[in-house]
């Protein structure tokens, strides 16, 4: 999903290609996803196929939030008026629990009750352990660059 070839974190994406960061962020959450599963009872997937694909459309769920959201702070900063700041803020608002409802909708859409992460509070804690994960190992990763030398 990125174009360019030494992409930085935080830089913005372009174009659908994808990077080995991305294969990680999936395994990642296939691995937070199935402790999900095995210590929470109302987290179900009947397979591990299905736990993959599930994993594949949160991955793609939570970067379109986090464009969504990066766009809104970018509008927030940039506000020149109280009325424009509050309406960012308003978005931002909305946009943060609405997320949480979408992956929910989404997920009931695509798998049927095969997969069930739950209720609002349990995928939001889940969506929570995620990008923890996700920001940890892409830590693990920046340090393991710049040990070797690279950027």
């Known amino acids: 999903m990125d174009t360019a070839p030494d992409r930085r974190e935080g830089a913005p994406r372009s174009g659908l290609r994808l990077t080995p960061i991305d294969l990680v962020d999936v395994l990642v959450y296939v691995i937070v996803l199935n402790l999900a599963i095995e210590f929470f009872p109302s987290v ?3 397979t591990f196929t299905l736990s993959l694909l599930t994993a594949v459309l949160l991955k793609v ?3 379109l939030v986090l464009l969504v959201k990066n766009a809104i ?3 927030l900063r940039s506000a020149s008026k109280v009325g424009e700041r509050i309406l960012a803020a308003a978005m931002l ?3 943060l629990p609405a997320s949480k409802l979408v992956v929910l909708e989404l997920v009931a859409l695509i798998f049927g009750d095969s997969v069930q992460l739950g209720g609002f ?3 939001t ?3 929570i352990v995620l990008m923890i994960a996700r920001g940890g190992v892409r ?3 920046r340090d393991y660059r710049s040990e070797r030398g690279r950027p």
């Open 44 to 46: 179900i997937s009947e």
């Open 61 to 63: 769920v939570l970067e």
């Open 73 to 75: 702070k970018r509008r």
């Open 93 to 95: 608002l909305v946009v």
């Open 121 to 123: 509070f349990l995928v």
């Open 125 to 127: 804690g889940l969506i």
């Open 139 to 141: 830590l693990i990763f």
